[in-house]
């Protein structure tokens, strides 16, 4: 077995056991807290990081660790290897027993994500991919859609946003949807299940590094919104903004999306 077979392996198998432990602490009753700018943490996130945390770092003990629940330190910046994790995403629809929440775990290796999981409990959905071998959901392939035109596109955004008087160029009439989960809004993009998902403002690492392995190696594109490639495991760690997308999309998004200036 590969490496990188055995990588697939150990955090398909802790999201698997991290999606039941967050289950478990939700039917035994929450305590939520609120963090620093007011969005929700609760004793299942915290349960879950610190099972996660454990299992993934003594089975790995020199890789490095990157998670929303955990406070960061520069020591991952030393790491080739680093489990960038995030324990509960989606945590508003984990609390409200909806199903939009999964946890994402990956691998990245000098800078860019080499192994992946999202794992969807209440959906029972598993995606995955390692680098270079494809993207699947639940063992099987997926493949990001073949749509080449943004009218009736399905996108995973802010309706609110995307029609607003501030675009340059106004955006065709697409069908827009929400989900809570970062990750998944880009594994269901992955999946072909709709065509893009856009953000405009800086996202963490933990919300989409599994994420960009997946849907790139399901061939989706990936970028800032200014076309600008993602670089993990940096001293700050997040992305400028998201629009990943099915291939033929992406140029035509960013034409729209490039005259907005980056969030600083």
Not at 21 to 50: F, H, M, N, Q, Y
Not at 89 to 114: H, L, N, R, S, Y
Not at 177 to 200: P, T
Request: net charge negative; proline share 8%; hydrophobic share 45%.
């Amino acid at each position: 077995m590969t490496g990188l077979d055995s990588d697939l392996d150990l955090i398909r198998a802790a999201a698997r056991r991290a999606g039941a432990l967050a289950e478990a602490e939700r039917d035994r009753g929450l305590r939520i807290d609120r963090k620093v700018g007011g969005s929700p943490v609760t004793s299942a996130d915290l349960a879950v990081d610190a099972m996660l945390k454990a299992d993934l770092l003594a089975a790995r003990p020199d890789y490095g660790w990157l998670s929303e629940e955990t406070p960061d330190t520069s020591d991952r910046l030393s790491k080739s290897r680093l489990f960038v994790v995030d324990p509960i995403d989606g945590t508003v629809a984990f609390m409200k027993k909806q199903p939009w929440w999964c946890v994402p775990i990956a691998i990245v290796e000098d800078g860019a994500p080499i192994a992946a999981v999202i794992h969807v409990p209440a959906l029972n959905e598993t995606f995955e991919a390692t680098l270079g071998r494809g993207a699947t959901l639940n063992g099987r392939t997926i493949m990001a859609s073949d749509v080449d035109t943004l009218d009736d596109a399905a996108v995973l955004a802010d309706a609110r946003l995307m029609e607003g008087p501030h675009w340059p160029e106004p955006w065709p009439p697409m069908r827009y949807e929400k989900r809570n989960a970062l990750a998944y809004r880009m594994a269901l993009v992955a999946s072909g299940a709709f065509d893009a998902a856009i953000a405009l403002t800086p996202k963490w690492d933990w919300d989409v590094c599994a994420g960009a392995l997946i849907a790139a190696e399901s061939g989706a594109k990936v970028s800032d919104h200014h076309g600008r490639p993602w670089r993990f495991n940096q001293p700050d760690p997040r992305q400028a903004s998201l629009v990943c997308s099915a291939p033929a999309l992406h140029p035509l998004i960013l034409r729209r999306t490039g005259p907005i200036p980056l969030a600083t």
